[in-house]
């Protein structure tokens, strides 16, 4: 069975990064099957952040397959400590072979009862990162994992 890689991100359309996530996605094409999908935060009057980031929640815990391995991207995250670490980690999910599902949330980040219901939290920067960035960043990282762990020279 194939390394099945999802990541689910509450972006807005038109950041201009979204040729560059499709190509990174096929470039991780001969490692694993990445895909990305683009979720729409509810619209509606909520009585406060906490409500709307838990509308949001619901919304990316429905597009999750049962047996997946979340990852839930926030600040306060597990940061990984060079390339080289990450490859490492990434490696040993894939080990698992259980589908990784990466998640970035809405413009307020991620709902305390999706980080509780996320295997891990993990951070790619301290900066405060665009969602289109932060999916584009995500997805350079896992394909330079990749490259990485099968000695290829883009890492270098």
Avoid at 4 to 9: G, H, T
Avoid at 70 to 81: F, I, N, R, T
Avoid at 95 to 113: D, K, N
Wanted: charged content about 20%; some cysteine; hydrophobic content about 40%.
């Amino acid at each position: 069975m194939p390394f099945y890689i999802q990541v689910l991100a509450f972006c807005k359309k038109g950041e201009g990064f979204e040729d560059d996530v499709l190509r990174y996605c096929k470039l991780c094409g001969p490692f694993a099957s990445v895909s990305c999908l683009n979720l729409k935060s509810p619209h509606g009057d909520f009585a406060n952040k906490k409500d709307l980031m838990e509308a949001e929640a619901k919304i990316a815990l429905s597009k999750i397959s049962h047996g997946s391995w979340v990852v839930v991207l926030s600040e306060d995250g597990k940061k990984h400590a060079s390339s080289l670490d990450f490859s490492q980690w990434i490696a040993k999910k894939q080990a698992q072979a259980r589908p990784l599902v990466f998640i970035i949330g809405g413009a307020y980040g991620c709902a305390t009862s999706l980080k509780i219901a996320a295997k891990e939290t993990l951070s790619l920067s301290g900066l405060t990162l665009s969602h289109g960035l932060a999916q584009l960043v995500l997805l350079e990282q896992v394909y330079r994992a990749f490259t990485i762990l099968k000695g290829h020279p883009y890492h270098k």
